[in-house]
C-alpha cells in the first residue's frame, strides 16, 4: 500500500469495537494513527462481548460475568447515538468513552456515559439507552456482521479491509501495546495485510506479559 502522499482513494476500513475492551482500544489508537500515515479511510461499527458471550456465561469466571453485564450500557448507547445522529457520530463517541474508561480510569459508569456523550457533543438523553432494549436488534446485526467475518472464536476488535481479489479480509487483533506512531504504525499495518491475506493464515501468538499502556 503507498503512503498517504500517493493519488487515489482512500482503502475504507471497517472497525468492530466494544468501548469496554482496553485491547480493542489500544488497536483504535494504532488504526487512527495508521490513517495518517496511510490512504485508509476507517468507518466504525458496534460489536458486543456480552452478545458474544451471553450462551457461556456460566462458563465464565464470576468478575468477568459482571463485566458482560455492565458492558450492555456503552454498547447500546454507541448503536442508538448511530441510529438517531448517523453512522458518522460513532468514531467521536468511542474515543470520548474509551478516553473516560481507559485512560482517565473513570469506569463504566453512568456519569463516565453522561461526560463521554458531553464530550462527543451529542445529548445526555442517549445514556438512557444504557438500560434499554429499544435497539439491541441492530446491535446484534451490526455484532453479527463483524463477527461472522471472523468466526466466533475470536473477540474485539475486529477489522475488514477490502482484498486484491475485491473479497473482503478480515482478522481480530492485532492485540499491541503501548500504540505503535508514525513509520512503526504503518509498518505494523502493513505487514498485519500482509498475513492476514495469505490464504490458510490464521494465526500468530504469544504471551502477553504487560497489560496495556494508555497514552
Same mark, same amino acid.
Request: proline residues 2%.
Given at each position: 500500500m503507498s503512503d498517504k502522499s500517493a493519488k487515489g482513494a482512500r482503502t475504507p476500513v471497517d472497525f468492530w469495537f466494544d468501548p469496554l475492551c482496553p485491547w480493542a482500544w489500544m488497536t483504535s489508537r494504532w488504526v487512527l494513527e495508521v490513517e495518517q500515515v496511510r490512504d485508509i479511510e476507517v468507518r466504525w461499527h458496534v460489536m458486543s462481548l456480552a452478545v458474544l458471550n451471553e450462551d457461556r456465561l456460566d462458563e465464565l469466571p464470576e468478575e468477568y460475568r459482571e463485566l458482560m453485564s455492565k458492558g450492555w450500557g456503552p454498547v447500546r448507547v454507541a448503536i442508538a447515538a448511530r441510529e438517531? *445522529?448517523?453512522?458518522?457520530? !460513532?468514531? /467521536?463517541?468511542?474515543?470520548? !468513552?474509551?478516553? /473516560?474508561? *481507559?485512560?482517565? #480510569?473513570? #469506569?463504566?459508569?453512568?456519569? @463516565? !456515559?453522561?461526560?463521554?456523550?458531553? %464530550?462527543? &457533543?451529542?445529548? @445526555? +438523553?442517549?445514556? =438512557?439507552? @444504557? %438500560? +434499554? =432494549?429499544?435497539? &439491541? @436488534?441492530?446491535?446484534r446485526a451490526s455484532h453479527r456482521e463483524g463477527i461472522e467475518l471472523v468466526g466466533q472464536d475470536v473477540g474485539t476488535p475486529v477489522i475488514a479491509v477490502p482484498g486484491p481479489d475485491g473479497e473482503r479480509v478480515a482478522f481480530f487483533g492485532p492485540v499491541v501495546t503501548p500504540t505503535p506512531r508514525g513509520e512503526a504504525a504503518a509498518k505494523l499495518w502493513d505487514g498485519t495485510l500482509l498475513v492476514a491475506a495469505t490464504p490458510g493464515f490464521y494465526e500468530i501468538k504469544r504471551t502477553r506479559t504487560v497489560g496495556p499502556i494508555f497514552d
Open positions: 438517531l *445522529h448517523g453512522e458518522e457520530v !460513532l468514531g /467521536r463517541l468511542y474515543t470520548a !468513552l474509551g478516553t /473516560r474508561f *481507559h485512560n482517565r #480510569g473513570e #469506569g463504566l459508569t453512568r456519569e @463516565a !456515559l453522561l461526560g463521554a456523550l458531553a %464530550d462527543a &457533543d451529542l445529548p @445526555a +438523553s442517549l445514556a =438512557d439507552y @444504557a %438500560d +434499554s =432494549d429499544t435497539y &439491541d @436488534a441492530e446491535l
